[in-house]
């Protein structure tokens, strides 16, 4: 059935409460006291078998008696009569169900959760939770929670998964005069889910920001599709818990292994430019003055201080948050020297010191404005005898005025006594950025330059290169009817080849005889590596050797690989020893892609080889991905400057790691029977030399 349009549940005609209630303190008696007392603009029915009255409002025994269509209905009763309300909402064709109560899915009532949808679905009704606070709408003042009213209407909307939290940030809110157009919980997620109240909150004009509190995710595709959109046009900031190490990933690889669930998350929020806070604070600082500020022209940041140490704490804070300071030190001494002086400072930061007074700082901070080459200012502010504190606020309110006509932003960290502190309140209250700390000021910033980013980077195509899955499948289903979840090293190689990969010559030895003729054919030196379904680390057990140059050092090698498997474990089956041309040294990377519970397609390059899960020096996308996503994937890990050449050796052949990053890519995005596709090594050589996939491991998805 056709889905009801999302925006008849933050903007609905009316809204029927099912399980209103005449007690004051009970659950449905504060939603419908919160729905009259907020001033919604559409028509309230409370809904109780008993009939009675609610707040001068006359209960109605059944919602069927209602004439009207109904928009919503909120569904405040014990978890055992939800089903049959729902029918009864069905039978009314109401649109969306936003369900309160408690006891499914949260506390393992899965099925009767999904009854509750699945019938919602078929009747054509949507549904907000269960297990939810309510939700919030500025737009037809809607407080259809039993969290507080009065909520401060504004223009950041929130979603949150936690109840608790939410009910707690809408006071938290208007402390910190952060203005809401949405609050919506979405508690256990059975049906609507964040990507569907974004698909709304996109296209609302009141809404200049989006807050997102997740716990989990469910469809992490979508959601991905979805956020690439909201982030085009609006700042979203997300707070995730559950930062804590390897999530539930099974390591059956080192691309699963190194991609604990949060990781990823990171990693895959950053791609969407979305913003991601380390607090509940932190993010809600963020939205106060983002939702109050205008994007710069670029990202030269100037910091003007009277005092030298706030001045150091905030160059240290712009380093943390990539804040970069403007240093054209000619540019700069032009603009400040006529008001520093001579024992100051018009390096950034610009020391004005202690001497300054009010006028002189006034018209540091004016220059700072009137210069085109500067887009950001840091005003720091010691209170001194200098420049009184009584006259400060009437300062910063006239400076910030000027800054912002002109669209440039400018925070402010002061510090001192008790005016100062009452300063930084009165300011708060009138949006005007004012912070008690700077790294409070410069985190704001630095959230503002990262979405600047994102909004400035060059779009780029997509990657894709032409490849036959018809070919790969074939080669997966022959692994299925042999009941592997995994492919033997020539199925994989085969695979590799379609997308125009070659690894290095081999051939299977069954014995001691056939592993000599075989090196004598492919040439010396050769690699040998022992072929075995019972191990999957070969090097881990001492089944590798490499660098065997002659016909004798094959045979020892192919002693000591037997030698060594049989200690590792006594009855493993050994299928033969792979012997393999030798390629020469390189520097080794890996390449990864994965197909993530959360988000489908991942693609990882990190430092490679024996050593990749020491260094944990790795990077993760969704896919899809450009060419220059992919060179930023390889840019942010730490050992990138190796790549580039350090003391002396040559760079690497970045731009072909690139080319196979995007055939490993196309491969995992056009056969989803692929679980896990590795590359490790992919042996990197100077530039121009190209790269040379070593080995690959290939996975498949349970049946
Ligand atoms: N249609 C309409 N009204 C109904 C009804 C129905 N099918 N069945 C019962 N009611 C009435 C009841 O008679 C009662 O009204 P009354 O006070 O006049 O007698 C009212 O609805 C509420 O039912 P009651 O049985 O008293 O439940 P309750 O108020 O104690 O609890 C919930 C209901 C939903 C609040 C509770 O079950 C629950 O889930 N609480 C947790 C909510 C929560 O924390 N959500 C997540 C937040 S993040």
């Known amino acids: 059935m056709n889905k009801p349009d999302i925006k008849y549940l933050f903007e609905p005609k009316n809204i029927a409460v099912i399980g209103a209630s005449s007690r004051p303190g009970k659950i449905g008696y504060t939603i419908v006291e919160n729905i009259v007392g907020e001033g919604f603009t559409g028509t309230v029915y409370p809904i109780n078998p008993g009939g009675g009255e609610i707040l001068g409002l006359t209960m109605i025994r059944d919602i069927e008696l209602i004439e009207e269509d109904i928009d919503v209905a909120v569904i405040s009763i014990p978890a055992a009569a939800v089903y049959d309300a729902v029918v009864k909402c069905a039978r009314k064709h109401v649109k969306f169900l936003t369900i309160i109560s408690s006891g499914f899915s949260e506390v393992g009532d899965l099925e009767e959760e999904r009854r509750i949808v699945r019938l919602a679905r078929e009747n054509g009704m949507r549904i907000l939770g269960p297990n939810i606070f309510g939700h919030y709408s500025a737009r037809v003042s809607l407080n259809a929670t039993f969290g507080p009213r009065n909520i401060r209407a504004g223009n950041v909307a929130i979603v949150t998964q936690s109840g608790a939290l939410g009910i707690a940030m809408i006071g938290k809110t208007a402390v910190q005069n952060i203005g809401l157009s949405a609050i919506i919980s979405v508690g256990n997620k059975g049906d609507i889910d964040e990507a569907d109240l974004l698909e709304y909150l996109i296209k609302q004009d009141e809404t200049k920001i989006i807050l997102m509190y997740i716990e989990g995710i469910q469809q992490g595709e979508r959601l991905v599709r979805v956020l690439k959109l909201a982030t085009r046009v609006k700042p979203v900031v997300v707070i995730k818990s559950g930062r804590s190490k390897r999530g539930a990933v099974a390591a059956a690889s080192h691309t699963g292994s190194l991609a604990g669930t949060d990781e990823i998350f990171d990693a895959v929020m950053r791609q969407c430019g979305v913003l991601r806070a380390e607090s509940v604070q932190e993010a809600l600082e963020w939205c106060r003055y983002l939702s109050a500020t205008q994007l710069p022209s670029g990202l030269n940041t100037v910091i003007v201080t009277n005092g030298g140490g706030v001045g150091v704490m905030a160059t240290d804070a712009c380093e943390k948050y990539n804040v970069p300071l403007f240093s054209d030190h000619g540019r700069l001494q032009a603009t400040f020297e006529s008001v520093t002086p001579g024992f100051g400072s018009t390096k950034n930061p610009i020391d004005l010191t202690g001497q300054a007074s009010g006028v002189e700082y006034r018209l540091a901070l004016e220059k700072a404005l009137a210069d085109p080459d500067i887009h950001a200012v840091l005003a720091l502010y010691c209170e001194t005898s200098m420049m009184s504190a ?314």
Do not use: W
């Not at 499948?473 to 994989?492: H, P, S, T, V, Y």
């Open 390 to 703: 009584d006259q400060l606020s009437d300062l910063i309110r006239s400076v910030y005025q000027e800054y912002k006509l002109k669209r440039k932003p400018v925070l402010f960290s002061i510090f001192g006594g008790v005016i100062t502190e009452q300063t930084i309140t009165d300011l708060n209250r009138e949006a005007i950025p004012v912070y008690r700390d700077v790294y409070e000021a410069v985190s704001c910033l630095g959230a503002q330059f990262s979405y600047y980013r994102h909004q400035t980077a060059n779009a780029v195509p997509e990657t894709a290169i032409p490849i036959n899955p018809g070919l790969i499948n074939e080669i997966i289903l022959a692994a299925r009817k042999d009941n592997r979840q995994f492919l033997l090293a020539d199925e994989g190689q085969a695979v590799l080849n379609e997308a125009g990969l070659v690894l290095p010559k081999s051939g299977i030895a069954r014995s001691i005889h056939d592993a000599v003729t075989l090196a004598d054919s492919l040439g010396y030196p050769v690699v040998m590596k022992v072929v075995s379904r019972d191990i999957l680390h070969k090097s881990d057990v001492g089944g590798v050797l490499l660098d065997l140059e002659n016909r004798e050092e094959v045979l020892d090698g192919y002693q000591t690989i037997i030698h060594n498997c049989k200690a590792f474990r006594p009855n493993v089956l050994i299928e033969g020893i792979e012997i393999v041309e030798q390629i020469p040294p390189g520097m080794e990377v890996i390449i990864g892609g994965r197909r993530d519970r959360a988000f489908g397609p991942i693609l990882m390059f990190g430092l490679g080889g024996i050593y990749v899960e020491v260094m944990k020096d790795v990077s993760f996308r969704a896919l899809p991905l450009n060419r220059s996503q992919i060179r930023s994937m390889i840019k942010e890990t730490r050992s990138y400057p190796l790549l580039l050449g350090v003391r002396g050796e040559a760079r690497k052949d970045i731009d072909e790691i690139v080319e196979v990053m995007v055939k490993v890519g196309t491969i995992l995005e056009a056969c989803p029977d692929i679980a896990d596709i590795e590359i490790n090594p992919l042996m990197v050589f100077e530039q121009g030399q190209g790269v040379k996939p070593v080995d690959v491991r290939i996975m498949l998805t349970e049946n």
